[in-house]
Structure formats: C-alpha cells, structure tokens
Nanobody, 118 residues
Framework: QVQLVESGGGLVQAGGSLRLSCAAS????????MGWFRQAPGKEREFVAHISRSGDTYYVDSVKGRFTISRDNAKNTVYLQMNSLKPEDTAVYYC????????????WGQGTQVTVSS
C-alpha cells in the first residue's frame, strides 16, 4: 500500500509559478512510475506528466516547456514545477503511482487546488 499526499497548491496570477510536491509512504517508491493529473471544474481528469523509475519523463502537449516533473527517491517525493501558468491550468492536481509499466495508476492522492487568476 502506498499513500500519497500532495501539497503546494494555491492561488497565483497568470504568468506566475508554483511547485507541487507529492510525498509517498513506503519503501518501494523508487520502483513506481509517478504521474500528475488534473481535473478542472466540469471536466474529466486529464493526464499532465509522468516520470518513470529510470527518470524518463513525458508531458501532455499543453504543458510542454512550462511544467517540469522530477523525483527525489531519497525523499520519496515527486515534484511538479509549473511556470508561466495560465488560467486554463486551474484545476485540482493529483499525483498517482503505478508499479507496472504501462499499467493503470493504482494509488492516488487527495489532490491540491491550483487556481490561476487572469
């Protein structure tokens, strides 16, 4: 069992930056692919970025060049650095973990609210 706790959300003006953190419990953090997802009001949850256990990263096109995902296995933490934020980035952001490459994300955090004002 893995527990995930997000932090770092808040209110920021367009063009600003935030860094989200996701702290994970357990000894096997380094073996998981970690992902960030978001859900805006009235919309389905969407994939934002992931980082594999080897450090490979992948982003949805809408955040490429603005967001950076990283991980610190010594701290059992994954980060999402968000720069040049836009109002359309407003959403609840969730981190998630999966143990099987290409498999489903089976562990989810509770989410943290990010609001970008115009």
């Amino acid at each position: 069992q893995v527990q995930l706790v997000e932090s770092g959300g808040g209110l920021v003006q367009a063009g600003g930056s935030l860094r989200l953190s996701c702290a994970a419990s357990g000894r096997t953090f380094s073996t998981y692919t970690m992902g960030w997802f978001r859900q805006a009001p009235g919309k389905e949850r969407e994939f934002v970025a992931h980082i594999s256990r080897s450090g490979d990263t992948y982003y949805v096109d809408s955040v490429k060049g603005r967001f950076t995902i990283s991980r610190d296995n010594a701290k059992n933490t994954v980060y999402l650095q968000m720069n040049s934020l836009k109002p359309e980035d407003t959403a609840v952001y969730y981190c998630a973990a999966r143990g099987t490459p290409g498999g489903p994300y089976v562990y989810w955090g509770q989410g943290t609210q990010v609001t970008v004002s115009s």
